[in-house]
């Protein structure tokens, strides 16, 4: 009696065929130990900055805040305060990209007019460049050594020791926004 020619195929095919691990988890342990080397090797630097908090509990204090505001956008930048006593300065953009030197001068001069102020916040538009947003707050964050002295009170010991940071706290405003 003749067979039907899909029982001799599968006849054939029942053997089970065995595939080469070896290689492929060799290739694994390569690349594995690779991207933990290369991990190790890169730096990784990062700037802690606080969300925004929207609070309905009303606000009890006499003086209001300072509430020192950088809008960064590709023509200037924009610092403002809603205290009064504070003008609003702008810095146009320069060759080489914002004049943070002005910038900083403006910082100095309002953190010594309020030395305990020190939040600022950061207002970007959605095209500014991931660099310079990191330039910014490093000139908003950084006290140079030509800078005058800003002193704080110790919390454990009481005595006045000097502050390391210009504004250290930068908080992104527009972060809830989306703009």
Known sequence: MLKSPSHRRRSKGTEDAEL?????????????????LA????????????????????????DKPLQLTLKLTPEKLELSA????????????????????????A???IRSQFPLEKTVIFMPTGDIKYDDIVQTMDAVRILLKTDP?????DEKDGVDKPD???FPNVVFGNVLSGN
């Open 39 to 62: 991990t190790s090797l890169l730096s990784v630097t990062l700037i802690d900055t606080p969300v925004p908090v929207v609070s309905n509990i009303p606000d009890d204090s006499k």
């Open 107 to 109: 910082l100095v001069a």
């Open 149 to 153: 002295p800003f002193y704080v009170k």
């Open 82 to 105: 809603m205290r009064p006593g504070v003008p609003r300065q702008e810095f146009p953009k320069i060759e080489k990209g914002y004049d943070l030197d002005k910038l900083h001068e």
């Open 20 to 36: 080469p691990l070896v290689p492929i988890m060799d290739a694994f342990v390569t690349l594995i130990a690779f991207l933990l």
């Open 164 to 166: 390391e940071y210009l």
